[in-house]
């Protein structure tokens, strides 16, 4: 099987051709003129103005949004969208909180960094897990990889992915990746996928608890689209030993066999919290549950030997009208009694909300769909564009926010915006 190409049976719906675009003028949050990653990129900006060179991509999120949704294919939108009440919330919920700025707080240095299960990030952003990635661009989940590898920021790979998750970390060298699982009905594809994943290098398993089942999706049943059905997204699944030891052929002689017998296993509702027993006997990394909304389930995870929580709707994909992952942070946050770390994932399109969402209790975000956005207008350039226009907003707004670091936020940093 060519390694430049997504695995799977049938061609992925392809994306527009890709905007050229160059490489950031710095690599790393930390390597900037006069020590700030952000006045760097904004100077860089500038100069290129006068020589008339204007930004490839859109730098305002909005702007961003509507840029790639002109090149996608109709099937790409509606995959990637949501359900239109609970995708708003997010978004409400984080206009819902105004920073409050501080002056003359002596913000000259600024450290974005993080710490996480003890390893040190550059920033307190990590890559969402987005599945069927080929399906916006060819290089799909490669591309996305090696342009977070340019700032060391973590992915998380997702299960349903184009490639194979050892194809995308070959590109990462050392840069950190977490592994994100869909629990099939197949333990045995579970403990060897989860296996593969500690291989690989990755140095967290982020368990979704959401997607046990695929939602109503309006926008997908109107299209008849799921690129499952054509085999696209399933290359983790067709790479595994023990998901070929299931099948009579193997996926390369009977593709179609091998689409029947994932969609045959994906669906798993019977999934209970004595389940997590299992999955904590097989894997000495941390695992975090992905999905989180109520007080009481985080407090159930932590009785099952939970080491993190993700505070998250599946970016507003899964349940109409389900509360915004921002609104229900807190009480997590609170459940959680700081005995481990709680992420925020869904709604995130700026550094304001990073701010918001730290101060407001978590050690980290998940950045989703922006990052889609700049692999389909640019491919791993685009990717690398958007990752770093975010670092650099985040370091320029948390200085004029009055704060050298994330340490420094809490809750007071906020107040409730006028309605």
């Avoid at 919290?273 to 159930?300: M, N, S, V």
């Amino acid at each position: 099987m060519n390694d430049n190409q997504p695995h799977g049976v049938g061609a992925p719906v392809q994306a527009s051709a890709p905007v050229q675009i160059s490489a950031p003028a710095s690599g790393t949050a930390s390597a900037s003129a006069a020590g700030s990653f952000g006045l760097a990129r904004q100077s860089q900006i500038f100069q290129d103005g006068l020589k008339g060179v204007l930004p490839a991509l859109p730098v305002d999120p909005q702007a961003l949004e509507q840029a790639a949704q002109a090149v996608m294919t109709p099937q790409a939108r509606g995959y990637l969208d949501g359900m239109p009440g609970t995708m708003r919330a997010n978004l409400d919920a984080f206009a819902a909180w105004n920073i409050v700025p501080r002056m003359l707080r002596g913000v000259q240095t600024r450290d974005l960094g993080v710490t996480l299960f003890g390893r040190q990030y550059p920033a307190p952003v990590l890559l969402a897990p987005i599945g069927v990635q080929s399906i916006v661009h060819p290089e799909g989940e490669k591309a996305v990889a090696r342009a977070a590898a340019t700032f060391g920021l973590p992915v998380v790979f997702s299960t349903a992915s184009s490639f194979s998750l050892e194809q995308t970390a070959a590109g990462m060298g050392d840069s950190p990746r977490w592994f994100q699982l869909y629990w099939s009905k197949s333990q045995a594809f579970n403990a060897s996928v989860v296996t593969r994943a500690e291989a690989a290098g990755c140095e967290a398993i982020v368990v979704t608890l959401d997607t046990f089942m695929l939602a109503w999706r309006p926008l997908d049943l109107q299209n008849a689209y799921l690129p499952f059905m054509q085999g696209v997204g399933l290359a983790n699944y067709f790479s595994d030993p023990a998901f070929r030891a299931e099948l009579a052929e193997p996926p390369e002689q009977n593709p179609q066999a091998a689409v029947r017998h994932f969609l045959g296993i994906f669906n798993n509702p019977a999934l209970t919290w004595d389940d997590l027993r299992w999955l904590r006997e097989r894997t000495k990394l941390p695992i975090l549950l992905k999905g989180i909304l109520h007080p009481d389930d985080a407090r159930c995870s932590l009785d099952c030997g939970i080491d993190g929580l993700v505070v998250s709707n599946h970016g507003g994909r899964q349940v109409e009208g389900a509360i915004s992952a921002l609104d229900a942070l807190p009480a997590v946050i609170e459940a959680a009694a700081g005995r481990v770390p709680v992420l925020l994932d869904s709604g995130v399109r700026r550094a304001s909300d990073v701010i918001k969402a730290r101060a407001l209790g978590a050690q980290a975000v998940l950045l989703g769909r922006p990052y889609l956005w700049g692999l389909a207008l640019g491919g791993e350039a685009g990717v690398r564009e958007v990752l770093g226009n975010l670092l650099a907003d985040l370091d320029l707004t948390l200085g004029l926010s009055g704060y050298r670091n994330f340490a420094e936020l809490d809750r007071s940093s906020l107040v409730r915006a006028a309605r």
